[in-house]
């Protein structure tokens, strides 16, 4: 199905031949006012933009200051690595000064080039620049407390504690995945919200991975998707030092990356010579930002610690400072005879342009806005709303809440209700699944494919690739605040993706994950496909949010928690099979983590306490109500949301898990373990000490003992 | 350095031409007398080896009584994936019965092709190929009892349940890359072992993958070594039937793979109609054989649920029954008009010629290896002690043992020592880093390198693909019991790779996971590279065992029991920071999971236990030192191995952790989450519920309180 703006589908595709700084010329000749937008913003047309580079004696300056800079910083750290900004000086050097388009005193521009370092070790490059393009989140103190607590330097890259740093980088692939993730967002709200007569969305994606990067297969996975869609403004440079920590690359690595590219869809480019090719780094980006239906890689061949007389081209330099000795000798090679962390002031003048120019380049995006907002009211809202984060007003009235009359069903389909009523209301609201959608539940039914021909749409099919999937997501959600991507799979393929969830909750990155299938519920794929473990691990990560459901309302309120935290990301585990709607479940009590849903007793005193999520609820309550039956008092408690629970006041806790009451069960069809916590020594927790097995899910479920009779045998041993 | 075998490093890459059947008759020409070793087999030379395939209409029938095979049990257990089998089945017929070498009395026979299914879901075909083949292990009660409770015929492939299954598979891209692992392990046992005479390791190693496993990141990283080790007994059958889940390929993988694998160093072949062109598998497969120096990828393209009317080449046929009206129209759409799981008795009689010929195949390489044995006796008893399994008597007398006056080191140096000592005592023994060997420590000092010209040596270089690697080991730990591959990262990294690991623990694999820079004592490198909730979170998984070791006694006792554990996993954090030589540590204490390194109470009625693991307990004693100046009795206990430690008697125990001693207090570098377990809900856990931070080491154990001072605050709080 088409969105509303299919008449902008092809934009994207047919940018405009010179974009980037060329387009910018362009649009300016349209929008004669615009350089006045912002007070103090020069006209960008008087500056550089119509400028050669820089004279060459003074690009070789501020290359080397970059490369001493990294040099020194590791050097005072005594850690960190040396060996990939030296290499990478020119192409740095090159990249920010020439081609990237960015506003230095607003990292956080929205029309701004982003710019990754998927090797996040070499972050001194990244720092290095940032510092001389005048970012004040970088500044020389920053530098020279590289490594230490607390400093705004840490030993990779950190979006969450350095403005300017687009995405936390270091486990390796991830950057490069994130930056397909990047271009994918501008494509889609260019091809969303572009006119014909207005671009408001045209910016590129810039990536430096390397060799390290290349092996891991979440970047194969990311590629091959990228191919696939056609993200021409993705730019990817691989740093080809042919030296990993290990050594050579030839010991693990011989593939012909260039031809694997090629295989998955990209332009290649070949710079030969990295350390001083300037002209050959020049024209290649000119050639990638010329090739618009193909992502480019550009392998740029460089020697890792360049300058190091007796390091440079070894692993030695890759990770380790490189000893004041070495250190002399690469300042007495190179010529740089300065005290450490100099910056020349000719650099400095020179790259304070950007001040200036960044700051025309927004105003003028700023005009542009304002004449887009004239002209098109309902799509300028659309995209500020993107823009700022801000969720529409009674978003939340959208959520669908159920009564216990309303039909039993499978969370998975609930939850497909919840992302289908939200599409409709939260503009930048995407994703899918890895080759799931039909078994998870998450197309979006108002909605066509994002494709290579449809930017504009909203189902992302990202194939078998959960890895990639869960990278391309962090990438989209750190792209503009609004943007809330959804990703799918199995739960028990979590574990594919781990490393890319972990980075979600890390850099803050909102992203939520759709997991279905999850427990033994789905019965007969069995144990490679049955999570046992991966509730309990996930509850035990940092700065996530691991929500189960249980039937329609929690299933709803879920999905509220989950775009209200936009700092946090949320995994909400579903059922294949389907569940009741129970009585005492709420959409807004969720936010509590855990709650009372069912109590005969009174004075906060029930003789028993059982405590379930999401599918085992209903087995705690049909349990409760046996026992109900045989006179006791019982209280059943949702505990949809662990961490949710803990954040809670004292007082509320103790309301819902009274400390006097020591007769508590626990049943969840996953591992006992962690459950101590809440059903104290005395307790006892049913639940699955063991993987799975293949058989009709009734049967498991009973031969594994998750039923009510077993609830009521353990409520009468306790 | 070279291995005391390099005598035959070349023999693997210089096979005798007709390797395989061809093989085996050029080998019995020399060994006349074989084929007589076991009773009952006839000689080879009568069998089909010399004879041509079976007639066209026999090889069509044999062909739709494995589509019908899969049809019937799929409909019967109304669950499963009828489509790949159908597609499929003519390539699973000609694999089989006319090339791959199996007894199927005896799975295990050594020297046998192994066969892996790395798309899983289409488990029918398999059951079908090892019912027809005469395995045992599949009956026709198993076959009607697929996706049953306890049946030997589970929804994927579990190489546990089923003999004559070499791995277990379902996760997608897995099985391609155990294959990987089998066919190093063939090539690294054929350098060391085989002699210009006798051949005494030559099998081949087949997999089919689909397009999911095409597309998972796992599978490159494995391909991609598969190249560059040159593995050219390793053949892929790539089932390009053009459907995923959510419907065409061409949504989300339009790459192209053969070039893909090009550019990865493979040999290509297409066979374009994997449905009818019988001839076409079977001179590509000889064509693969014939290519020594790399793998080969075969790409069939089939057509997914070939045969049925309405659902052929629809994602419908893939993970659903047909349908009673569907399987109707099927069976007469292929003429096949029998009852459901019919096997026609021509079929049965036709398949039976494997039983004798498999006992022929084992009784002449029996034969071959009793001249091996006689020959080059100390040869045969390392291959003996590889095949079987056993361990060499006194081999743990090779682990090195510490006293307090030994130096204080980090855990990974101490496990360097570990590695280095058993790789001289345990013949099997071999593995290597993810581009991290001179940071994990895990290079065997006496060997050199396996690589595609020296393939008998034991240091494995992965590359920067943990993912791979771990299932790559999964392979080498499947392909022969007394194989123990161990592989290594940084431990934050067992993200990348846990669903191998996890895989590991589910199929038995005695994978050794030696996990260096266990926690934030990795100082600098910041929260992405620091672990915290890995150690909780994999203590979570079922049948694999988590060691923190704490000292060098402790390091030589984890290894111990990661090498008699040889059906259940083993990880082994390790730090990065030096550590003292504790007083109390034991290498045998180790097995006990947990217990007291030392104590001042008398009556097992301390007034405080601490309870520590691997670099935290050193704090835990300093502290305890402090509190017993100040006249208080204290316990302190190392809790290496929870897995163990809850295996060990309620008296044990209870001897450890007192129940009525509730002042307890935890310290570990990682989330306090899972501790309640241990020190009741009165106890104090001191850890880390946060992500990391970049800093020096010393600096954030102070500044997150995992310090002497916070554990004496803490217990005099209690």
Known sequence: MASPNTTTTTTSAAAAPGSGRGALRLLRSRLPFAAAARPGGRPATALRATAPPAAPELVEQSVNTIRFLAVDAVEKAQS??????????????????????????????????????????????????????????????????FRQWRSRTPGHPENFETAGVEVTTGPLGQGFANAVGLALAEKHLAARFNKTDLKIVDHYTYVILGDGCQMEGVSNEAASLAGHWGLGKLIAFYDDNHISIDGSTDIAFTEDVLARYEALGWHTIWVKNGNTGYDDIRAAIKEAKGVKDKPTLIKVTTTIGFGSPNKANTYSVHGSALGSKEVEATRSNLHWLHEPFHVPDEVKRYWSHHIDEGASLEAEWNAKFAEYENKYHQEAAELKSIVSGELPSGWDNALPTYTPESSPDATRNLSQHCLNSLAKVIPGFLGGSADLASSNMTLLKMFGDFQRDTPEERNIRFGVREHGMGAICNGIAVHSPGLIPYCATFFVFTDYMRAAIRLSALSESGVIFVMTHDSIGLGEDGPTHQPVEQLLSLRAMPNILMLRPADGNETSGAYKIAFLNRKRPSIIALSRQKLPQLKGTSVDAVSKGGYIISDNSSGNKPELIVIGTGSELEIAERAADELRKEGRTVRVVSLVCWELFEEQSEKYKESVLPSEVTSRISIEAGVTFGWEKYIGQKGKAIGIDRFGASAPAGKIYKELGLTVGNVIAAAKAL
Chains 1, 2 share one sequence.
């Open 80 to 145: 960190g690595h040396p060996g990939l900004p030296m290499g990478c000086a020119p192409l740095g050097h090159v990249l920010f000064d020439e081609f990237l388009r960015f506003n230095p005193k607003n990292p956080a521009w929205f029309d701004r080039d982003r710019f990754v370092l998927s090797a996040g070790h070499g972050c001194m490059l990244q720092y290095a620049l940032l510092h001389l393009a005048g970012y004040d989140g970088v500044t020389m103190d920053d530098l020279k407390a």
